[in-house]
């Protein structure tokens, strides 16, 4: 029964790539799939490499992709490593062993896995970086994630229009007073992602920090400076508090907006800003405080007026595209890549398929979030994930 449902599932997923025509990651992947093909599926393992459980966004990718790949008949071997470098390179160690076709990894440490790589390329297993891409190493075959840079140009965008300097196309208004405080946070160093955002970012607040109409006042301006390793919320928090203690006051007065590339950095910002009195909304004085993610928690502060934005990347879209550049792989073709310039992981560019973001405010949430199945209604009034 179990291979006939498969069989089953295998023809809609042939048919459903067909349908698409050749656009996205699959462009290259065979469009008249059959039970046979199907069947050779169900006996090939993919392992499934992801950071931490302590993001939401980590478990909705996982899951995802696990359901993708199921879905179309493979065995899977989905692993978490508390974002811990040693328990990431055993897990694929492991994966390898157990005989997996290919690896989609979405790294910890993307300069940490050379030797897993090298060891997978010498028994022709293919390896996707999935959203972080994989450095130093020969041996990443594609890379799929949303377009980083972007995303730090929309974070910044988002900073502006919350302070009033540009409206949300990124277009100066012309009517912002000059120096305004904000104080910047980065992700963590080790993600090459946490590069592309504060490039994205600091690309779109330099005209204003050279005009004076934004000044960063604890001078911080280095992305390692503003870096969280791990990005994690509780040293977000300390940072956010040490800075208010020494260069506000102590009580945050003057400051108008912080950079956060990561909802959960966002709120540790918040709560620190909040802890020594400010807001408790935007409406009563809070800073401005961007983010990442869409996470459950997040949205609900966003529709609350307490965090401004958060940018939203689909993780349903994500991984579909990571499925499907299995499938071609697994079928000895080659994924089809959207972009084969700015990915240079140090080795050689890697051929990558990125996706679009969206930024959402209180006013979007309906329609970009809700109405896309992302989050319920009831999801978002609680802050739980149901
Ligand atoms: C991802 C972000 C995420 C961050 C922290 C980055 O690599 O691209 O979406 O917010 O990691 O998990």
Redesign the pocket.
Known sequence: MRRIGMAIVGIATALALAACGGTGAGGGAPTGGSTANNQAAGDTLVGVAMPTQT?E??IADGNAVKKGLTDAGYKVDLQYANDDIPTQTQQIDAMITAGAKLLIIAAIDGTALTSQLQNAASKGIKVIAY??LIRDSENVDFYVSFD?YKVGVAQATALLYGMGITDRDGKATGSAPKGQNIEMFA?SLD?N?AHFFWNGAQDTLKPFIDDGTLVVKSKQTTIEQAATLR?LQETAQKRMEDLLTSTYGGKGTGLKGVLSP?DGISRGIITALQGVGMGPTIKEGLPIVTG??AEIASVKLIADGVQSSTIF?DTRKLAAQAVTASQAFLSGKTPEPNNTKDYDNGKKIVPSYLLEVDTVYADTIQAMLIDSGYWTADEVKSGVAK
């Open positions: 993001s966004r980590w959203d972080r980083n992700g993600d992602n990005w990561y990442q993610d990347k």
